[in-house]
C-alpha cells in the first residue's frame, strides 16, 4: 500500500540550528511530493513541492528539501532555525496513478531559546 | 483575495444531532477534500470531490455524508452515526492536475458532548 512516513514524531532543535525532518514514502512511480507548515488551530500551508527537475528545491521561509529517489526519502531541511518557525510539518506524496494526496502523520517541531 | 473559507472556525453540538460544516472556496479549483485531524494521527481523508455531482468516499467515510451541488461549495455533514466525532476538520480543494498542491481552509474545530 502506498505510504509516507515521518519517523520523528517530535524535534526540539535551539534557535540557530540547523534543522532535518525526515520523510519516507512508498515506492511508486512519479511521486509529486510536498511539504506543509500547520500552525496550532490553523489550516496547512505549503512550504515546497517537487515534481522533477533538480532534486533539491527551494520552498518558503527559508526551508529546503532534497528528493533521492534511492532512498525514497523528502527530507526537509534549514539551516537555521527560528522561534516562529515552532509548528507541526508534514510531508505528503502524490502518486500520479492515484487521485488523492497521503500525508504522513506529522513532525511537531518545538525550538529551545 | 482567492481563497477557501471554512465556518464555522468553532462548533459545538449535543450527541445525536446532525451537523454541518461549510466550506467555500473561490479558487475556481475543480477538486474539494475533506480531512479530519486528531493529535498524533495526521490528516486523515473522508471525503473528496473532483467535478459537480460527484463524490467519493475517503478512508474514513463512515458516519459522515458530503454533497458537490456547486464547484464552490462542499459541505460535510457530520451524522449521529459517527462514533467519535470530536475533531478538528480541514476542508481543502486543488485544481486536481499535474501534482497540483492542496490549498487548505483554516478549519472547523467540533466538539460533541
Known amino acids: 500500500a502506498q505510504s509516507v512516513t515521518q519517523p520523528d514524531i517530535h524535534i526540539t532543535v535551539s534557535e540557530g540550528a540547523s534543522l532535518e525532518l525526515r520523510c519516507n514514502y512508498s515506492?511508486?512511480?512519479?511521486?509529486?511530493l510536498f511539504w506543509y507548515v500547520q500552525s496550532p488551530g490553523q489550516g496547512l500551508q505549503l512550504l515546497l513541492k517537487?515534481?522533477?527537475?533538480?532534486?533539491l528545491v527551494q520552498g518558503i521561509k527559508g526551508f529546503e528539501a532534497e528528493f533521492k529517489r534511492s532512498q525514497s526519502s523528502f527530507n526537509l531541511r534549514k539551516p537555521s532555525v527560528h522561534w516562529s518557525d515552532a509548528a507541526e510539518y508534514f510531508c505528503?506524496?502524490?502518486?500520479?496513478?492515484?487521485?488523492?494526496?497521503?500525508f504522513g502523520s506529522g513532525t511537531r517541531l518545538s525550538i529551545r531559546p | 483575495d482567492g481563497g477557501i473559507t471554512q465556518s464555522p472556525k468553532y462548533l459545538f453540538r449535543k450527541e445525536g444531532q446532525n451537523v454541518t460544516l461549510s466550506c467555500e472556496q473561490n479558487?475556481?479549483?475543480?477538486?474539494m477534500y475533506w480531512y479530519r485531524q486528531d493529535p498524533g494521527q495526521g490528516l486523515r481523508l473522508i471525503y473528496y470531490?473532483?467535478?459537480?455531482?460527484?463524490?467519493q468516499k475517503g478512508d474514513i467515510a463512515e458516519g459522515y455524508s458530503v454533497s458537490r451541488e456547486k464547484k464552490e461549495s462542499f459541505p460535510l455533514t457530520v451524522t449521529s452515526a459517527q462514533k467519535n466525532p470530536t475533531a478538528f476538520y480541514l476542508c481543502?480543494?486543488?485544481?486536481?492536475?499535474?501534482?497540483?498542491?492542496?490549498?487548505f481552509g483554516n478549519g472547523t474545530r467540533l466538539t460533541v458532548t
Open positions: 481543502a480543494s486543488t485544481l486536481d492536475r499535474g501534482g497540483s498542491p492542496l490549498h
Open positions: 515506492y511508486g512511480a512519479t511521486p509529486y
Open positions: 517537487y515534481f522533477s527537475g533538480d532534486t
Open positions: 505528503a506524496v502524490l502518486y500520479s496513478s492515484a487521485s488523492k494526496i497521503i
Open positions: 479558487l475556481n479549483h475543480d477538486a
Open positions: 470531490s473532483q467535478i459537480v455531482n460527484d463524490f
